[in-house]
């Protein structure tokens, strides 16, 4: 059957529908995308403009008159050429947005404490291991070797996060690098935060309490009610966990309002979205809202791993994703207007890029990637890996991402490594066929991994990339959405709380925190 | 005209579904050696691939290595790799054109990384400096309780 290229890449390409002569002399370097109507023009710079067909056309004919407002707005933003135009003012500009550019070094290092889990979820792509199976516990040794060699990367800031598996069934390796970490910052005297990422099972009271004492935040998965989550996060051998999930989410926020700790202690829930979540995206901003949880995070999954073989059961369409990001979107910002604060945190960063032009530390979103240059994971012997992801394939047998091991590397040969190089140089936009025209370069990023395994090629084919189809599907929404004042109030609103929620971080991470 | 006529010819394939072979010709006017052998190693998992080098075409020969496979299966093998090695054509193409701001970018982002920290004042063995008795004191009671917290093999539950 015949089909149009226009629906085999999805309505990613803009054409033009008549002939425009393009006065080269006075439009500056930018690309362009039609999002709802009107013409989106964004530059390296991070700025952005929506015009009318009628304004797109006078502007690429050079026939916006130096005394309208539209042409300061735009030589302002650096898209009309000329002598006026502020290179300093726009190299300034893009410096903050790619503030990561000038990282020096990750500033997330993911501990695989074990591979052990008590839950058999259906997308695990950390394929985990059964509860028994202790030589997959990170030993003594290696978690003191992990924890030297975070402190051997020379970013000012350190973000330690504990994954697994569930990290709770390591427990006694949870506090050792918990306070090794705490100790050896002492010295190192850098800004540190610690962070748990948990099915909270295993939570108990006890070491809730050792959690908030030593300044550990808290996330766990809540995939929404019971129908979604019990059914995408099942227990090894059976049973529903959901009720364990909302009871320990509710218990860290009775000990938050105590008012023995800071508000930054209090919890944060991930969202992993099936097929089986789409009907229910009301009932699942419904309990984030009723639980008092700050944000909902509405990810695409990746067919990664284990959840690549799952895929047929419980993956999607970019488009399918798309649409329920959109109707979850729609339903959030309902509900802010209905004054009941809640915030989308895919829409928060990607609004912080695109509307405050600051780079919000999102490493999936980033050009190069975030792979070792922003993050790293490290598995429970000691294994490094440029990211989770990466890890993940080493479950299927695939060492590709291996960048080193904490007994014999050191930070510059990790940094060094021809993986790193690779991945770095080939997550470049500027030299990605699509991604180098495409509107959204200025705040999107590819993951290597991601193309590797969906495609076997790690710089992607973007024109097939499910990873493409769906970012330029959220960042379509996302602009459609930013077209309404409404939503543009509410909008710059969670950008508010969420520049104070990221000063109240850094205020626990800094070294001399109490 | 003649880039159109260039960009958008009939493909022409033969297939030998015996062999599990699809075999089509490509011109080195329009893709580079550097471009097929990305191509190529971006389907190795898929296929072995032969090359052929004649006078003005290059004959593409594309096994799968699949156990069964229809002819029709063979001709979308061939027009993916035909898609596969357009993008690594048009990637060199782009890479070449942005090569300034792409290696600027890089090399920005490597070395940054590379870069010492801000604020490093020398880190303490914990075996002989400051911080010993601490770092003695964590290290035992974390071994206790890895003890403690391992019961006998197989006597673990979790509920």
Redesign the interface.
């Known amino acids: 059957m015949k089909q149009s290229l226009i629906e085999r890449t999805s309505g990613r390409l803009t054409q033009f529908l008549e002939p425009v002569r393009v006065n080269s002399t006075k439009v500056g370097a930018m690309n362009f995308r039609r999002v709802h109507g009107r013409y989106l023009i964004t530059n390296d710079a991070g700025y952005f403009a929506l015009l009318t067909a009628h304004n797109f056309k006078r502007y690429l004919e050079g026939r916006i008159r130096e005394d309208e407002p539209l042409y300061q707005e735009l030589q302002d933003k650096g898209f009309i050429k000329g002598a006026k135009i502020d290179s300093s003012a726009l190299t300034k500009v893009f410096r903050e947005k790619n503030g990561f550019l000038w990282c020096k070094g990750p500033a997330l290092h993911m501990l695989v404490v074990t591979l052990r889990c008590n839950q058999l979820c259906q997308y695990c792509h950390a394929s985990v291991v059964g509860p028994s199976r202790f030589e997959t516990d990170m030993s003594l040794e290696t978690a003191r070797r992990t924890v030297d060699f975070v402190f051997q990367t020379p970013g000012q800031h350190i973000g330690i996060e504990f994954q697994g598996g569930e990290p709770l069934l390591n427990w006694p390796i949870v506090k050792f690098v918990t306070e090794y970490a705490r100790l050896k910052n002492k010295t190192a005297k850098r800004s540190l935060t610690i962070g748990l990422v948990t099915n909270m099972s295993l939570m108990d009271a006890e070491k809730l309490k050792y959690m908030m004492d030593h300044r550990v935040s808290i996330c766990t998965s809540l995939d929404g009610p019971p129908e979604v989550h019990d059914q995408n996060r099942p227990f090894l051998g059976g049973g529903p966990s959901q009720k364990k999930v909302v009871q320990g989410i509710k218990n860290i926020f009775e000990v938050c309002h105590s008012g023995k700790y800071m508000r930054c202690n209090l919890p944060g829930a991930l969202l992993t979205s099936t097929r089986f979540s789409f009907p229910y995206y009301k009932e699942i901003v419904d309990l984030y809202a009723e639980l008092g949880l700050a944000h909902i995070f509405i990810r695409p999954m990746s067919p990664i791993g284990y959840a690549k073989r799952a895929w047929p059961q419980i993956g999607y369409t970019p488009q399918e994703f798309c649409r329920f990001y959109e109707k979850t979107l729609d339903y959030v910002l309902e509900m802010n207007r209905n004054g009941k604060p809640l915030i989308e945190k895919m829409a928060s960063l990607l609004l912080t890029k695109i509307l405050t032009r600051r780079d919000p530390g999102f490493m999936d979103m980033r050009s190069p990637t975030g792979a070792v240059l922003g993050c790293l994971a490290y598995n429970f012997n000691g294994d490094i890996f440029t990211s989770d992801e990466g890890r993940m394939l080493s479950h299927e047998g695939d060492d590709s991402f291996k960048v080193g091991n904490v007994y014999e590397s050191d930070w510059e040969g990790v940094l060094t490594y021809p993986t790193t190089r690779i991945c770095s140089s080939a997550s470049v936009l500027d030299s990605q066929p699509l991604c180098s025209q495409c509107a959204y370069k200025p705040f999107c990023g590819i993951c290597p991994v991601y193309h590797y395994e969906t495609q076997n090629n790690i710089s992607g084919l973007m024109p097939a990339s499910g990873w493409c189809q769906t970012r330029m599907g959220i960042f379509d929404v996302i602009f459609k959405k930013l077209q309404d004042p409404a939503n543009m109030k509410i909008f710059n609103g969670w950008l508010e709380i969420e520049r104070r929620h990221l000063e109240a971080l850094e205020a626990v991470g800094a070294p001399d925190a109490a | 005209m003649r880039l159109l006529k260039l960009l958008a010819p009939q493909m022409r394939h033969e297939i030998d579904s015996a062999k599990k072979e699809v075999s089509f010709r490509v011109s080195p006017l329009l893709y580079s050696m550097d471009s097929l052998e990305v191509a190529a190693n971006?389907?190795?998992?898929?296929a072995e691939i032969f090359l052929e080098e004649g006078g003005r075409s290059w004959t593409v020969t594309l096994r799968s290595k699949k156990k069964e496979i229809a002819a029709g299966t063979l001709e979308n093998l061939a027009g993916d790799f035909l898609?596969?090695l357009l993008?690594q054509e048009?990637?060199k193409m782009?890479?070449g054109f942005?090569?300034k701001?792409?290696d600027l970018?890089?090399m920005?982002?490597?070395y940054?990384?590379?870069?010492?920290?801000?604020?490093?004042?020398?880190?303490?063995d914990?075996s002989v400096g400051?911080?010993k008795k601490?770092?003695d004191e964590?290290?035992k009671r974390?071994?206790k309780?890895?003890e403690r917290?391992?019961p006998a093999?197989?006597a673990?539950v979790?509920?």
């Open positions: 971006v389907f190795s998992k898929q898609n596969e993008n048009y990637r782009v890479g942005n090569r701001i792409s970018i890089l920005q982002a490597l940054s990384a590379k870069s010492e920290p801000t604020i490093m004042p020398p880190l303490d914990f400051a911080h601490e770092m964590l290290m974390t071994q309780e890895i917290f391992r093999k197989g673990h979790v509920k």
